[in-house]
């Protein structure tokens, strides 16, 4: 593998990451604003222009971060492996899960820790200016909020053996994800966010619910933790039985 500057990684993961992002969020926005579906629930300009300038920064911070880890990379101080044969296959599948379960687990309590009265007008408000989310806010972070994340980033490729390939497995599941769930209850079919997996997995419902109720639904990919810890909304399983065919 050919190594590169700090920069070099720095400015190309910067322009990925900013193509990434218009292409997705903006997209997807594009698509669901045809529809008539959208027609109440219009953001204003200046909120999807906040949501593009926190989402600019965000991808500074995370530029830098994944620059750094290829600078570790290349000097052979991570855990990030290429020989897709260094562990058994089935590891790839084994260490995409354990990944994403932890990943779960340490975006719950640390979007809860966002919340707390002291912390969130630094951490997490830039987030909630959009009530009704849309793609543009799926990656509108406050500066430490990104830092905060790409920590866990950081960590895990420290921590665990993981295939390049599983890596961004991880990174695109993260990606897709956080857009799915920034669609918005209003903006697709009345029974697509409460389908039976909606009790399960965090959808459109899920964390629309959030933006409007901050104290319910802090999970990530699974509604596990909002379960278990008595933060999933009351009247959310009734939404879903209403909504069943």
Known sequence: MIHHSFAFYGFSFFGLMLLRYFILAGGIYWLLR????????????????????????????FSLGAASIM???????????????QYPLWYLALS????????????YFLHRLF???????????GHHRSIDPTPWTSFAFDLLESVAHLLFLVGVVFTLPL?????IAVLMTMTIWSV??????H????????????????????HSMHHHQYRYHYGLYFTFWDR???????KYDQELMDSMP
């Open 187 to 206: 903006w697709l079919p009345t029974n697509f966010p409460h389908h039976w997996c909606g009790k399960w997995f965090i959808g459109p419902a899920h």
């Open 34 to 61: 045809r529809g008539s579906k959208a027609a109440n629930t219009n953001p204003t300009e200046a909120t999807i222009n906040e949501d593009i300038k926190l989402s600019m920064l965000s991808s500074v911070i």
């Open 228 to 234: 278990q810890l008595g933060t999933e909304s009351p």
């Open 163 to 167: 295939h390049f390939v599983t890596m």
């Open 180 to 185: 799915m769930n920034h669609l918005g209850r």
């Open 115 to 125: 919340h707390h009265p002291a912390l969130f007008a630094w951490l997490h408000r």
């Open 71 to 85: 600078v570790a990379y290349d000097s052979g101080i991570t855990r990030l492996y290429l020989d897709i044969y």
């Open 96 to 107: 995409y899960l354990l990944v994403i379960v932890l990943q779960d687990t340490y975006f």
